[in-house]
């Protein structure tokens, strides 16, 4: 047997794909051979809780104390894995991570940006802070050009862009194409773009405006936070900020027209509603965004597009979303839409939404905007503790807006050298270091890791020396059961060469977002076709595909998933291979953008 992988971290995850081979022997003169695939894994459902601290010109001897979840005591054997890593530079992770940010799947015509908008920030980074790094300078516009033309299948011939694109949706998006329009503009400066394509979505996104100067919802928005909450108020300064970025493109020259810009701006500040905090923030960032460039001279943006009234406006929204922080906890302050009881001592896994790092991040950047990055600090080091273990956040959008506020506020504040020594030990151990990390101005874009073979119940991080750091933790570890299900019900069985998922959405929204069903293969099994049950028009499928990390896991899309009646998918599967003892495997359901409504099952084959 041979065994084709080395990132052992990802056994819980994915497991390990070992090939087998069977070959007559020599002396019978025959040559054929036959090679099989199978996945080996750890039993049970995978877990992944990671934390991370902004270490920030530290006092001497200045130390953090990790806490191991409880339930790590109930893991199944053999799943236990835990890595440290640490980095000497805010962005150091996700420049490690270029094309896996986001452990989700990127299917659609909104997912498959995150290959391409995430560089653009990173690239900024660099540029702004005067570091020099060809090959990673080389790699991100690389990802760029393949999530440019990759992004092309998603584009309809009027100019608009769709989820599933032009032969899957019948009409474009307008808070797609706003997004695409933001991206490509931005993204000119590194790699060439049309500008005649760029154009064309300006033209239909100018064409759909309403007498009012708002624009109105068109084609599909897969999340309801981000349209502010539920209703379309955040959609208008989203696409004020595009049209803002295309004119101010350089590379470009895409004609805007002003007249209906400052009507659009003007409709934007009479629909303000601080009952909706999403959209306040959002339309608080277009604004602050609009004087910035007309501050900067920028000469594509008339001075007259904003009046002093509307300065007025902005400071009071600013005034008004400082009151509605959250900031219980320590170094920390976030932004949520909803009342949550917030620990008073943070854990490994106290996760924060993906609504919350977008508010969050959003508020960043506005800050930065406004040259009061200053203010901004204990908002950035909550939004570094936030971010999973590639670098990235929950989703597309969050991880989007993220990174382009922590390479702001980067690009901003004064670098400290970096001269750091990191020590990591045993709580109840001291004496037994676990890991050593130094670092200094020759390797602090280097992100070093330690695996742990043994996990200790508590970890001691002591910091000594000057300047900014990335440390962060990644537990994966299976349970044998799945965890209590929340805003799904789902079933999983056997019926002949079917596997039969059924569920059923029972969470407190309307309808949800666009949802993702992962269905995990039994060891020695495999489906069938899968892509045939895009034909199926019972299931509105919208895409099959297969795992990121597992690629004998089924991926199905969906647009969204009814409260009722309950809705069930036959998957066909056949055994390749004769498993003895073979471990029940996993599926998943979740809603993309809200992933706390998700619910898995272990399911079994004969």
Avoid at 7 to 35: K, R, T
Avoid at 117 to 123: F, R
Avoid at 319 to 342: G, M, P, R
């Amino acid at each position: 047997p041979t065994r084709r992988s080395s990132d052992l971290g990802n056994v819980a995850a994915a497991g390990i794909p070992i090939y087998f081979s069977a070959q007559a022997n020599a002396a019978s003169g025959l040559a054929d051979a036959v090679e099989r695939r199978l996945v080996v894994r750890p039993s049970g459902v995978p877990q992944e809780t990671s934390s991370s601290v902004l270490l920030r010109d530290p006092p001497q001897g200045s130390k953090q104390t990790f806490v191991l979840p409880a339930e790590l005591d109930r893991a199944t054997e053999g799943s236990k894995f835990t890595r440290l890593s640490i980095v000497g530079d805010i962005l150091g992770s996700a420049m490690a991570n270029l094309d896996r940010l986001v452990r989700l799947p990127t299917g659609c015509g909104e997912q498959n940006m995150v290959g391409l908008v995430p560089n653009i920030y990173l690239l900024q980074y660099l540029e702004g802070t005067n570091q020099k790094e060809e090959e990673l300078e080389e790699k991100a516009k690389e990802y760029m050009r393949i999530g440019y033309r990759r992004q092309a299948k998603y584009n309809h011939p009027n100019g608009a862009y769709s989820i599933w694109g032009d032969k899957g949706d019948k009409d474009g998006s307008s808070w797609l194409t706003a997004f695409v329009v933001k991206s490509f503009s931005e993204a000119a400066k590194y790699i060439s773009v049309d500008a005649g394509v760029v154009q064309r979505s300006v033209d239909w996104l100018m064409g759909g405006q309403m007498e009012n100067g708002c624009f109105p919802k068109r084609g599909y928005t897969h999340s309801s936070y981000l349209k502010g909450g539920g209703s379309d108020s955040t959609l208008t300064p989203f696409i004020v900020t595009s049209l803002l970025e295309a004119a101010s493109s350089p590379a470009l020259k895409i004609r805007v027209d002003y007249k209906k810009l400052g009507e659009a701006v003007q409709c934007m500040m009479k629909a303000v509603n601080t009952s909706d905090l999403y959209s306040t923030i959002v339309t608080a960032n277009t604004m602050s965004l609009m004087a910035s460039k007309i501050k900067g001279e920028s000469p594509a943006i008339p001075k007259n597009i904003m009046e002093p009234k509307s300065m007025e406006l902005l400071d009071t929204l600013m005034t008004f979303l400082d009151t509605e922080a959250n900031s219980t906890t320590t170094d920390s302050k976030f932004w949520s839409s909803k009342t949550k009881e917030v620990p008073r001592a943070w854990r490994w896994w106290h996760r924060a939404s993906s609504e919350e790092v977008e508010m969050t991040a959003y508020m960043i950047q506005s800050l930065v905007l406004r040259e009061q990055e200053g203010e901004a600090l204990e908002s950035v080091k909550w939004l570094g503790r936030q971010r999973n273990s590639r670098g990235g956040f929950v989703s597309t959008q969050d991880t989007v807006v993220a990174l382009q506020a922590l390479s702001m506020y980067s690009q901003r504040v004064t670098r400290i050298p970096l001269d750091m020594s990191v020590s990591i030990s045993e709580k109840s151990n001291k004496a037994d270091k676990v890991g050593v990390f130094n670092m200094n101005s020759t390797n602090g874009l280097l992100l070093q890791n330690q695996d742990l073979a043994l996990l200790p119940a508590e970890l001691e991080v002591e910091t000594k020396g000057s300047g900014c750091a990335m440390f962060q933790t990644v537990l994966r570890y299976n349970l044998p059961e799945a965890t209590e299900n929340k805003g799904f019900e789902l079933e999983a069985s056997q019926e002949g060469e079917d596997l039969v998922v059924c569920a059923t959405y029972t969470g407190s929204s309307e309808k949800t977002g666009m949802v993702v069903m992962e269905v995990e293969m039994v060891s020695g099994w495999e489906a069938v076709y899968p892509e045939s049950l895009l034909n199926d028009v019972s299931y509105e499928i919208q895409r099959v595909e297969k795992g990121k990390e597992d690629e004998d896991t089924v991926v199905l899309y969906f647009d969204s998933w009814p409260k009722s009646p309950e809705r069930c998918i036959n998957i066909q599967l056949k055994q390749v291979t004769k498993i003895t003892e073979a471990k029940p495997a996993v599926v998943t359901i979740y809603d993309y953008y809200n992933t706390s409504d998700k619910a898995s099952e272990l399911y079994s084959l004969k």
